[in-house]
């Protein structure tokens, strides 16, 4: 697809389509700390457009207000276009990357309940962490929305968590991006391995992105992600 762009970003391209939506591509690439690394993983597009509309198709039907629209091809997703907001909020189950770095918790921990952080996104920056108060003074979101983005975070996870769990897989944590429409909040961009951390129950196997953080090579990379699409709509 050749057409004007929106925006483009290291993994997605957005490109105007019908009034009030817009076409979401899924480029085939992959990046890791902050674009420092970055390859081109053929199929990858494909298999991450995929996947995320599978999950938006669960959310929907869970009563969950996602951009999904359907398919426009393979790798392209029809979305309502939203007013995004740049902030990360991610949910963990369970402690791995970043907050075993950053708090005194050992990897393989459980939160339950499970925690909710944000990050501004802000790559120079390196996608600091944000409380309400710094939303606020930011003007990215109001305390009040801000609890109300923690439900839909719980309302997913409470989706998710026992979908993946039927497939044999745990999903350690995941990361959404949400956009206003009229005053509604709406899950956009995507639901993907380069989004949530998922390992195999039992065997504790990296089915996600954290193998391209490890060095693993692409071609297991590449395997993980189809390996996930298959089981997961097995
Ligand atoms: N429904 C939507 N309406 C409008 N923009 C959207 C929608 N869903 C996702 N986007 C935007 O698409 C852009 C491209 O995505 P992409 O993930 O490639 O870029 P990015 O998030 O800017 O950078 P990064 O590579 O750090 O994720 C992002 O700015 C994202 O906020
Ligand atoms: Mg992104």
């Known amino acids: 697809m050749g057409s004007a762009k929106i925006a483009e970003g290291k993994t997605k391209i957005v490109r105007p389509y019908r009034e009030g ?8 690439d992959i990046t890791a700390g902050d674009g420092a690394r970055h390859d081109v993983l053929p199929g990858k597009g494909v298999l991450n ?3 995320s509309a599978y999950l938006f198709r669960v959310l929907e039907g869970k009563g969950i207000s996602t951009h999904y629209v ?3 091809d393979e790798r392209t997703m029809i979305v309502k276009y939203l007013k995004m907001i740049p902030v990360e909020v991610v949910l963990r189950n369970i402690a791995t990357g970043s907050v075993v770095k950053r708090l005194p918790i050992n ?3 459980r939160f339950d309940p499970p925690i909710i952080e944000f990050f ?10 944000l409380n309400y108060h710094h939303m606020e003074h930011l003007k990215l979101m109001t305390r009040k929305e801000a609890e109300r ?4 975070m719980y309302g997913v996870n409470d989706a998710l968590f026992p979908l993946l769990k039927s497939k044999g897989l745990i999903l350690y944590d995941f990361k959404l991006e949400f956009g206003r429409l009229g005053d509604e909040l709406v899950v956009g961009d995507e639901i993907t391995l380069d989004s949530m951390r998922v390992r195999e129950e039992g065997t504790g196997r990296i089915l996600d992105k954290d193998l391209y953080r490890k060095g693993a090579d ?5 395997k993980a992600y189809e390996e996930f699409y ?5």
């Open 21 to 28: 939506y817009a076409l979401l591509e899924f480029k085939d």
């Open 120 to 129: 501004l996104k802000d790559d120079s920056r390196h996608d600091p962490m």
């Open 149 to 152: 983005v923690e439900e839909i």
């Open 70 to 72: 359907g398919m426009y």
């Open 230 to 234: 298959r089981r997961l709509t097995s």
């Open 49 to 51: 457009a995929q996947t």
């Open 218 to 222: 692409l071609e297991t990379v590449r």
């Open 107 to 109: 990897e393989g921990e």
